[in-house]
């Protein structure tokens, strides 16, 4: 490629009013702040340092990828800080990248916090620089100094900060090192009277000079695009060809137009330089993070081998890597399985005795109809829901969360490349189904790391089939309780070898093939018990503030059917099906008709079902909780993932799926029934 021969420079003539000392405050009481930065750079725990609790997830209007919201109070201002999807680029190639730009340049934050890693100055300027380009107001947050110097880096500051034009901040997330000071730079500079922007990207003679031809195209040929994005912005992504914006100049009457002048200028760029205009952008914006970086960083000692660069080599060796795997695999599920049995029973002692007093107060003074709706229904279904499923979700959440923090996850799925390609995935796909076991919804959406839609809907067709916490809850309470720890280990791998064997058959179906694995392993680090709890807690309240409401209304439909006398109808409707194939009491199709809803409701509306018709859950034999156990596993999803599912995938997918998992429930559960009692 033939380079420019004038070096690529920052602008700094853009300062407004450069006695910045002398710059007056508005008075203002509310600021919006945007993180923007790289994967794994740490912005996530800089956000959860930011708010705390006070947090909202959802999604962005109209799109599937994911919103996190929180906000603060920090001298005198009310603070909302939204937590950008990661991303390396600002380009049209992904649906994050997209939401990141457009959130920008049209809602116009007061200021940008660029997290940047310091271990790794160099690739994360290529974003720094991007959003120099599209002209907003920054302040960055140079995160993980200490590893850093770990590595024998020492980053000079000033020199980065006067480069760029922008203030830089040092900071070590995980321990809220330089959060106060980067909050105090980040209101100096959102709430000053007078703007000191930052450097402009300057590029080499011919570069800017068709830049500036295609400027002046933006703003005598367009109206509504250039009071919305930067015109020089808007010269560049259509140099670039960025689709995106492409697509929003064919909006215009003279659109087809304006993109074919603008193509004219590119071909005499390629021509010049003998490559494509977003290949050459590519490169020059690399070559100047690459100096930039350099002119900052220091090498003070040769980098010694840490403990972390030890770790990382062990847990992705060939045989080491997969022994630990396995052997993170077991802690889990047997820290989970001991912890929830000895919570559940200690929770269901205090509280059986609490129902109890509870259910001869009201007996006192109200009709025993009341009475069994509120102590049945009510207080029945709190019970259940403290003392079966919260034991084995809230273990499970803080093992998960603590998983991620340390930066395992991303090491479990390089070594799970190989074995996730046989169903025609590539290792990320083992992510969203780790993710899984915690909850479907957020596994499912998890998805949409996979590069293309055939291996996004296989990822998700295996995904709904993982034990989530809530089966969990099922599989661990009802045969982990009364049948034993070896018919739970059988249930997962039978359920593995069923996700392996339809994710095989899946992948021949459908046509195309897998493609290579391209991703960013973290650093290792020690977990932030701060983050953990958050992390914990964040998803958990999800469980108690959804699951909780649903679980009490159920228990009470259930009661008051039992009440009314449509109990026996509703079970003789059943017995064919219930009672023939599955070898299970009628009565435990109404648990699982409101399984629909959330999956621990089958274990906590089986007692108060089974209870109706004058029996407890021990009088089901170990044959019919293991088949119980295996439908609720398989059927279909609850109907939050089936809502995620129809987000990400459409209607007709999603139901797809949904009839195809019932079936495949109705079917292994009838088998189940007939081969295991034969044997047991």
């Known amino acids: 490629m033939v380079h420019n021969k004038a070096t690529l420079t920052l602008d700094s003539n853009r300062t407004v009013n450069s006695n910045a000392a002398q710059s007056k405050k508005v008075p203002r009481k509310e600021l919006r702040i945007a993180l923007a930065g790289n994967a794994n750079v740490g912005k996530s725990v800089i956000f959860n340092q930011l708010t705390g609790l006070n947090q909202v997830t959802g999604n962005w209007p109209g799109k599937t990828v994911e919103r996190a919201e929180g906000t603060l109070f920090f001298e005198g201002y009310n603070i909302r800080v939204i937590d950008l999807p990661g991303t390396y680029s600002l380009s049209a190639y992904s649906m994050e990248e997209i939401v990141s730009r457009d ?3 049209i809602e116009k934050p007061d200021i940008i916090i660029n997290v940047v890693d310091a271990s790794a100055l160099e690739r994360n300027l290529y974003l720094t620089l991007q959003l120099l ?9 140079l995160n993980q100094v200490d590893f850093a110097a770990k590595k024998g880096l020492r980053i000079d500051t000033q020199k980065l900060s006067e480069t760029l034009g922008v203030t830089v901040v040092p900071t070590v997330a995980v321990t809220g090192s330089g959060i106060n000071e980067l909050l105090s730079a980040v209101v100096e500079q959102a709430t000053s009277e007078t703007k000191v922007l930052a450097h402009e990207v300057v590029y080499g003679k011919e570069i800017e000079e068709h830049i500036e031809a295609i400027e002046t195209l933006v703003v005598s040929k367009l109206t509504q695009l250039p009071a919305i994005y930067p015109s020089r912005w808007l010269a560049i992504k259509m140099l670039e060809k960025d689709s995106d914006i492409i697509a929003k100049l064919e909006a215009y009457k003279d659109g087809h137009a304006l993109l074919g002048l603008v193509d004219e200028i590119g071909s005499e760029l390629e021509t010049v330089h003998g490559e494509t205009p977003p290949v050459i952008m590519a490169a020059e914006r690399y070559a100047f993070a690459s100096k930039i970086a350099k002119e900052a960083v220091t090498v003070e000692a040769s980098p010694r081998i840490s403990l972390e660069q030890k770790l990382a080599s062990v847990t992705t060796h060939k045989v080491f890597g997969y022994l630990i795997l396995a052997g993170v695999a077991t802690v889990v599920f047997g820290a989970i399985f001991a912890g929830g049995n000895l919570l559940s029973e200690w929770l269901n002692s205090g509280l059986v005795w609490f129902s109890d007093g509870v259910a001869g107060l009201f007996a006192s003074f109200l009709p025993s109809v009341v009475v069994d709706l509120l102590v049945n229904g009510v207080i029945g ?12 979700i809230v273990p499970f959440y803080v093992i998960l969360a603590l998983l991620e923090d340390s930066g395992y996850l991303p090491r479990a799925a390089f070594l799970m490349d190989n074995v996730m390609h046989k169903i025609g995935l590539h290792g990320k796909a083992f992510i969203p ?59 997962y791998l039978f359920d593995l070898v069923l996700v392996f064997g339809l994710g095989r ?58 009440l009314s006398g449509l109990m026996p109808h509703f079970v003789n409707a059943a017995s064919p099906l219930m009672t023939w194939w599955l070898g299970l009491p009628a009565v435990v199709a109404i648990p699982l008709i409101f399984g629909i809803l959330r999956k621990e409701l089958t274990l906590v509306l089986l007692s108060t079902a089974l209870a109706t018709v004058g029996l407890g859950v021990t009088s089901l034999s170990a044959v019919q909780m293991i088949v119980f156990t295996l439908v609720v596993l398989i059927y279909i999803p609850c109907l939050a993932t089936i809502a995620a599912c129809k987000k990400e995938f459409g209607w007709k997918k999603s139901l797809g799926i949904a009839v195809i998992d019932t079936a495949l429930a109705v079917l292994v559960g009838g088998l189940a029934f007939r081969l295991l009692s034969l044997f047991m």
Request: hydrophobic letters at 55%.
């Open 505 to 562: 058959i899946a992948f021949k179906v459908l046509p195309g093939e897998p493609v290579g694995l391209i991703m960013e392993m973290p650093n290792y680090k020690k977990p932030s018990a701060k983050t953990v709890v958050i992390k914990t807690w964040s998803r958990t309240k999800e469980f108690v503030y959804v699951a909780f409401p649903i679980i009490i209304v159920g228990s009470i439909i259930v009661e008051a059917f039992a």
């Open 381 to 392: 279904g709190v019970v259940a829901g403290i003392t079966i499923a919260l034991p084995y």
């Open 103 to 105: 959130y920008l340049a």
């Open 133 to 141: 380009e599209l002209e907003v107001p920054i302040v960055m947050a």
């Open 433 to 491: 189904l780790l993710l899984g076991y915690g909850c479907t919804v957020p596994a499912c959406i998890g998805c949409r790391i996979m590069e293309t839609k055939r291996e996004r809907f296989l990822a998700a067709f295996v995904v709904m089939l993982i034990p989530c916490a809530a089966r969990t809850v099922v599989i661990l309470g009802l045969v982990g309780r009364y049948v034993g720890l070896p018919a739970v280990i059988g249930i």
